[in-house]
């Protein structure tokens, strides 16, 4: 028997992510629920909730989605292609999918592609509330064993390493990458190498938000001060976000005066180098303010991250 995880491993991509920007795009006004949304998931990540709670906070949005099956059965004819070439060549009738994401969302496609055997964490389609702990982790061996008892895994696939408990159990695991697979004693290791590579790219997230805020801050004070000293002021109000953002979601850090103090020394050949876009294509080849105030914030990032990873919040 082989057993598979689902998302970014035999689907190209997060179903419930893609699910839910497919139903956003339906019916525009379910962003109206995203700071609830939001502010969950802060609240999650500062250990005030837990991960099922703030699963069924997102969630809530199906609680306005009309004929969420229709959408569902829309949502996988768009979607069916973004199933792994590689899987489709290697399946088999008893293959075990096992995933976080709900079942409601799973079941039809599993159907379609004659999977028989699924795994995946119980939400009400209704309401969004999680009828069964998340399936993610150690929750997938238990939920194995529970419907499977002693049956041999003979092959288990996997993108990430959450899933080592499943992994350890098969008689040979691979992580995977795109359509690559490692064996699962090489994927343990690049962990670190992945490890960086997300917190990059969350880096890359948060610095896109604190990019919006500094246009915003940047453009709000040029309206009662000039174009330099509006610049400054809306770089240090971005600056104090992106250091509670990058803190909390990131690095996963407390929050310290020395810390922070670090974080905008680290924003120093940063802050020169937007500066000098500022002085230099502002003032000498007149361009857009919000253009200008955009361009600078953009650049740096690499540097920015390896001083703030290396410097302010190494662990």
């Known amino acids: 028997m082989n057993v598979y995880d689902f998302d970014k491993t035999i689907y190209k991509g997060d179903s419930t992510l893609d699910f839910y920007l497919y139903c956003l795009r339906k019916q525009p006004f379910l962003i109206l629920i995203l700071p ?3 502010l969950g998931f802060v609240r999650y990540k500062l ?4 991960k099922l709670q703030f699963k069924e906070i997102f969630y809530s949005f199906l609680k306005y989605v009309s004929n969420v099956e229709g959408k569902i059965e829309d949502f996988w004819r768009n979607n069916k292609s973004k199933i792994q070439p590689w899987y489709l060549n290697k399946q088999l009738p008893e293959d075990v999918i096992i995933s976080a994401s ?5 079941q039809p496609i599993c159907e379609e592609l004659r999977i028989s055997n699924l795994i995946a964490s119980i939400v009400d389609i209704k309401t969004g509330k999680c009828l069964s702990e998340n399936c993610y982790g150690i929750e997938k061996t238990k939920r194995y064993y529970e419907k499977y008892g002693d049956i041999t895994i003979t092959e288990f696939y996997s993108d990430s390493i959450t899933d080592a408990p499943l ?3 098969a008689q040979k695991s691979f992580g995977v990458v795109g359509d690559k697979f490692i064996p699962w004693h090489e994927f343990e290791k690049k962990g670190v190498g992945n490890s960086i590579q997300k917190e990059f790219l969350l880096f890359v997230v948060v610095g896109i938000v604190n990019t919006f805020n500094g246009v915003v801050f940047a453009f709000l004070f040029s309206l009662i001060l000039n174009s330099t000293i509006a610049f400054i002021l ?3 109000c971005s600056l104090v976000i992106s250091y509670i953002l990058n803190s909390i979601f990131v690095f996963k850090h407390t929050l310290s005066i020395i810390k922070f103090v670090k974080f905008c020394v680290s924003y120093i050949p940063n802050f020169l180098i937007q500066f000098i876009m500022v002085l230099v294509f502002l003032h000498y080849f007149h361009l857009n303010e919000v253009i200008v105030y955009a361009m600078a914030a953009a650049l740096g990032v690499p540097i920015t991250f390896l001083m703030v990873k290396f410097f302010a919040l190494k662990k």
Do not use: N, R
């Open 102 to 106: 709900p079942e409601f969302l799973l």
């Open 167 to 169: 992994a350890k159990i």
């Open 36 to 38: 609830i949304q939001i």
């Open 234 to 236: 809306g770089y240090g």
């Open 47 to 50: 250990g005030l909730i837990t």
